[in-house]
């Protein structure tokens, strides 16, 4: 996971936010098992809009695992809620900048699992080797140990890779082949950028 700099919110989102927030939260309340559905502005969804703003956002990576690039092959782009917009969560936070992000598909997976002390990749003191280290033997990702982290933040790693399967079957292979690849690129056209993982670099 990747320290992500969050631009200022689409002026036509912050000022519609919160009013889409409580339609939603309205409907839910008439029927807990309304689905959810993105709202339409200007003849476009909300979620096609804000795709292309949270891909510039991360350089075309997946928020969380770092997959690249977003709506390619495998790897198909979402809009990930990071405080579940569930009924009984986080429902009125449904259109709140500060709580999307683009996710792949596996990472999306994570549902309506939270935890408050869960690691946010665009907060200001966010940092990938402050919380975790690349194994190069595993290609896990590991918890950071020892006098380096403090209680409270390894337990927050420890949820993060938890919550997200950041290690789950098939993601180390993954990361194994695309070390390779950039083991096996051309010394001038290495930029971290183009890779998936981009913290095993670092």
């Not at 699992?113 to 200001?124: A, G, Q, S, T, V």
């Not at 140990?145 to 789950?168: F, P, Q, V, W």
């Amino acid at each position: 996971m990747m320290k992500i700099n969050r631009p200022k919110a689409p002026d036509w989102l912050d000022k519609n936010w919160k009013k889409w927030g409580k339609e939603y939260v309205d409907k839910l309340g008439k029927n807990p098992k309304y689905k959810f559905s993105w709202k339409q502005y200007k003849k476009e969804k909300v979620n096609h809009l804000l795709l292309p703003l949270l891909k510039k956002m991360t350089a075309d990576h997946c928020s969380f695992c770092d997959g690249f690039p977003m709506g390619q092959g495998l790897i198909k782009e979402t809009v990930e809620h990071f405080r579940p917009k569930a009924l009984g969560m986080f429902p009125e936070l449904v259109y709140m900048w500060a709580n999307l992000f683009v996710a792949c598909h596996f990472c999306q997976e994570k549902g309506n699992k939270f935890d408050i002390k869960l690691l946010k990749p665009d907060e200001d003191d966010y940092d990938f080797n402050k919380y975790f280290i690349f194994n190069f033997r595993t290609f896990e990702i590991e918890t950071r140990k020892g006098d380096g982290i403090s209680d409270a933040d390894k337990e927050r790693a420890e949820i993060t890779l938890k919550i997200y399967k950041l290690n789950y079957t098939g993601r180390s292979k993954a990361r194994e082949r695309e070390f390779k690849n950039y083991l096996n690129a051309d010394i001038d056209s290495r930029n971290i950028n183009d890779f998936s993982y981009r913290y095993m670099f670092l």
